[in-house]
């Protein structure tokens, strides 16, 4: 059975990038139809969409982030990684990686609290 595990930053400090990794076990990133996504959810607010590598290495990415997120992907270790630039406080959340098909989450991790501050 897949699951997914994600890094875990802790604490980050404002202007510093962020750099989170999600080990998947039980399944290849490679293997076709799946999209590896990350999510995440500041305190009070709903679930937003960062970003997804394909299983073919293509990535794709919110409009709202782009210009701060990377995503990038080890197939040697099965893991793939979230970079996001110049966080803020409001970049504090917790953060989840997924498996996505079909525009469904299938498989999620079971979180990891970052927050942003000084």
């Known amino acids: 059975q897949v699951q997914l595990q994600e890094s875990d930053p802790g604490l980050v400090k404002p202007s510093q990038t962020l750099s989170l990794t999600c080990t998947v076990s039980g399944g290849s990133i490679t293997t076709n139809v799946y999209y590896w996504t990350w999510i995440r959810q500041p305190p009070g607010k709903g679930l937003e969409w960062m970003g997804c590598?394909?299983?073919?290495?293509?990535?794709y990415y919110s409009p709202s982030l782009k210009s701060r997120t990377s995503i990038s992907r080890d197939t040697s270790k099965n893991q793939f990684t979230l970079q996001l630039s110049s966080v803020t406080p409001e970049d504090t959340a917790l953060y989840y990686c997924?498996?996505?098909?079909?525009?469904?989450?299938?498989?999620w991790g079971q979180g990891t609290q970052v927050t942003v501050s000084s």
């Open positions: 590598i394909a299983s073919s290495g293509i990535t």
């Open positions: 997924a498996r996505s098909i079909t525009n469904t989450w299938d498989i």
